[in-house]
């Protein structure tokens, strides 16, 4: 009878033991700096405008430029803090940049016929972004591309794809402008 008492207060000083260390490594780890999760804002807090450069296209396809600056600044206004100015000498920052090319590829074609049925199209452009303030570059030559496909068999022409991959862009532009993590 005694052995069995002795036994069951080994067992619970043995589990105090082990407990203690267990807990003590558990919380010490929760209250170490912050390696984690944040409810930090993901863009910077010095800047609050932004003015948006025409783009430039050194491809022989124009008007894609158009739609990139258009959607770049729809873009910015609804997913960041920051908000669209139209005099360069007002703005925080100045984003620019210049679409390096635009390549147009076939899928998928008809049999029969030889015609495409449905066809890719990539842009790829350089960005910069620049602090006004303090003239450091935010993004410096930094190269983003993006595709969309379209389907000529659905009426979809060049002028659809082009405004997609043109809207894809941008949200890939918008995402470079997040700090780092």
């Known amino acids: 009878m005694k052995r069995k008492k002795d036994y069951k207060k080994t067992l619970r000083v043995a589990a105090a033991f082990l407990i203690f260390p267990v807990g003590l490594c558990l919380w010490l780890g929760g209250c170490s700096s912050m ?3 944040s409810d ?11 003015y948006v450069e025409m783009f430039d296209s050194r491809s022989f396809r124009r008007g894609v430029e158009y739609e990139l600056t258009d959607a770049l600044a729809k873009r910015i206004e609804a997913d960041t803090p920051y908000k669209i100015i139209s005099a360069r000498d007002r703005a925080d920052s100045v984003i620019s940049g210049y679409i390096t090319s635009i390549a147009e590829s076939v899928f998928t074609t008809d ?6 049925l449905e066809k890719g199209l990539q842009l790829q452009a350089v960005v910069n972004w620049k602090n006004l303030k303090t003239g450091q570059y935010l ?6 591309s993006a595709s969309a496909s ?3 068999f659905q009426s979809q022409d060049f002028s659809y794809a082009s405004a997609l991959a ?6 890939r532009i918008v995402e470079l402008m997040e700090k780092p993590w």
Do not use: K
């Open 35 to 37: 390696t984690g999760y």
């Open 40 to 50: 930090e804002s993901l863009y910077r807090e010095g800047i609050r405008s932004v």
């Open 111 to 116: 049999r029969r016929t030889g015609r495409p």
């Open 139 to 144: 993004i410096e030559n930094r190269t983003v």
């Open 150 to 152: 379209f389907s000529p």
């Open 166 to 171: 043109a809207n894809n862009l941008a949200r």
